[in-house]
């Protein structure tokens, strides 16, 4: 069997589709964007062209969307936006989940020492935040709410639309970061009254290094970068505008195809937790249903979780996992212990991210093969031996 | 690459992985919070030569690769020899360690002493100062 890629939250593959749409770019539309010449005229119109693509899929308008680097720099972008906002209003105060990218935890960090007060709502057994907390949360110098669309460790989604109408009432500004979403699922801007997004090109078989930054008209938007007019002198530097013509059409493409994709990898999905169930003492993290269609992450007791990585990988599937020594700190993924599992427990976990061009026999060959690694690892583990002789109390 | 193919090797084929029942020294050093755990079982023989060594660890790549490294290089020594062993001769012995893996070697390094020091328990001799 070839090699089999599960972990797509953490990047897809180049589709044929961007590659083409980036080669086409790179070929035909070689000018500069701020050129008054026909070439840099024609780059103009590609990049006006993709703008109008990423608005349409996101409902917005095309002068909402502001190309970034990626996910990481447009959080970075809105949150800093939001805190200038707030400083001229006199509001310092910020509110997010503990479980948010460090795109967004790091930000706000550093938000923290210039003086602004951050409250991390928590999220749960199921990893869901919840609206009656965040109302609670709320204070008269509240300036932003900051909540994912979905996680990406473990694929929860969030109410989004009940969070955006209730800030959007409070005059709160409401970022997301939508990168595990953004083509994944139905997001409108405009409904679920959202006032920045961030997305990142590579999570929907676009290219790396290029993202968007969706923010409503009539914010001003705080430069992280100085420099040239680009992006209504919001976001300077020449465009990278075969990576974003790639992206435009990688997303076009996966908002079409995404009911139709997302119901097939829902079913391979389903066809992974339920084998992987069959473990004992392992759990499926997060809430069975709330999710994106392709994230499933288990915690198996008695093992960690960068073994089984190796392990699995020298059989051929790559996968990713929460532990500690994948995190490259001591502490297991900050996601996993804000759904309040033991420091143990984490460190044994293990992300399969699929997607549409993973098969169910693949699937068979991964709940197959992780049983397989957990039994062995269990074996040669002191935790294991503790657990089954009763030593210790199973804690899942 | 993260880890050396001598990291790899040990990893994918651990030497000494097991128990043994009737061990003169058993070494239990690590938290399983902290995500390693490692477990030496040692037989230890009249002349104090270290016969017989079996591991068992909980842990990521590196932390079963220094468990079963360490188990090598101690077999076959004495009891003084195999004290003499430092982590960073284990570390060199598998070709280096990823920076944040260093601390896995320190935990073999332990988990021998661990192991030798219960023998001395056992036996009722007084454990050396260096141990202690």
Redesign the interface.
Known sequence: MNYIYADHAATTATGSVAREAMIDCMENYYGNPSSLHTPGQKAAEKLWESREIMAKYLHAKPEEIYFTSGGSEADNQALLTAAMIGKKKGKRHIISTAFEHHAVLHSLRRLEKEGFEVTLLPVHENGIVRLDELKAAVREDTICVSVMYANNEIGTVQPIAEIGAFCREKGILFHTDAVQAAGRLDIDVVKENIDFLALSAHKFYGPRGVGVLYCRKGIPLTNLIEGGAQERGKRAGTENLPAIAGMAAAFREACENRDKDNAYVASLRDQLIEGLSEIPHGKLNGDRNQRVAGTVNFCFE??????LL??LD?RGIGASSG???TS?S?D?SHVLLALGL???VA?GSLRLSIGAENTPEEMEYIVNNVNEVVAYLRS??????DLEKGNKPHLI | MLYSEKVMDHFQHPRNVGKIEDADGVGEVGNAKCGDIMKMYIKVDENEIITDVKFNTFGCGSAIATSSMATEMIKGKSIKEALAISNKAVVEALDGLPTNKIHCSVLAEEAVKAAVEDYYKRKGLPIPEDLS
Not at chain 1, 380 to 385: A, C, D, K, N
């Open positions: 008695g093992i960690e979780g960068e073994s190796l392990l020298m532990s500690a020594c490259g001591l297991p033991p420091h143990e460190h040669m583990s002191p935790v294991w031996e």
